[in-house]
């Protein structure tokens, strides 16, 4: 598999729960990007990591968002104490860097439903 | 605060024709402009860009411009054809230099009709 992978591609939990999505960026590619999409709007930025570190997270809604890439290649969305607005598709995309105008190559998305 | 706006929803155009999608911007410090398409079920794919420096780019079938002075950019799709049919996002970076950072419009339906 040349693409982006994103594991669960749904996700059902209940409202206060724990939940971690996954996104396997292409190989070699040193960046990697998390955005959420809501229904009828555009994909809406997160955090995005060069290397194992967050270069930019400024799109965390709030601290109940994390995320993590230890090895620089898988990474890990982590949201707290779930709610219901935390309904959405999350995208991940990868580039080979994020120093310049490398095009980001995007997931299938896991679609999160919080009941 | 939406900074970069898709004024349309949808469009519907008829096979062969032109398509044009356009896409506004408010911040001026965005250098660099993207369009992408989604299928469903599918994450969006890069289509083109374009820089600040120039005000148009081809690429086969597809042709962006950008007027910087109207903070306004839009893509052309000639001839339409019935494959073409997607959500079309554009999009903008180069704020504080977080080129990583993509800001997205909100979409427009395209629908070309055989």
């Known amino acids: 598999g040349a693409g982006v992978s994103q594991t669960p591609s749904n996700k059902v939990t209940e409202k206060g729960k724990y939940v971690e999505l996954r996104c396997d960026p292409i190989s070699g590619h040193t960046a990697l990007y998390w955005y959420r999409q809501s229904l009828g709007q555009g994909p809406e930025f997160l955090i995005y990591?060069?290397?194992?570190?967050?270069?930019?997270d400024s799109g965390l809604p709030n601290d109940r968002f994390f995320a993590v890439r230890p090895e620089g290649s898988v990474s890990t969305l982590k949201i707290q104490r779930t709610e219901r607005g935390d309904s959405a598709m999350y995208l991940c995309?990868?580039?080979?860097?994020?120093?310049?105008?490398?095009?980001?190559?995007f997931g299938p998305g896991t679609r999160l439903t919080v009941l | 605060d939406q900074q970069v706006k898709q004024n349309s929803p949808s469009l519907s155009v008829q096979e062969g024709r032109i398509s044009i999608l356009n896409c506004d911007y408010t911040n001026s410090m965005f250098d660099y402009f993207l369009w992408y398409k989604k299928y469903p079920a599918e994450g969006p794919t890069f289509l083109i860009s374009i820089s600040s420096i120039k005000d148009k780019n081809e690429d086969g079938r597809f042709t962006v411009f950008l007027n910087k002075s109207a903070k306004h950019l839009s893509l052309h799709i000639v001839p339409s054809q019935p494959g073409d049919s997607a959500v079309y996002f554009c999009a903008a970076s180069g704020v504080k230099a977080s080129y990583g950072k993509l800001t997205f419009g909100q979409g427009t339906i395209l629908t070309v009709h055989p």
């Open positions: 990591f060069q290397g194992t570190g967050a270069a930019d």
């Open positions: 995309a990868s580039s080979l860097t994020s120093t310049g105008f490398d095009e980001q190559f």
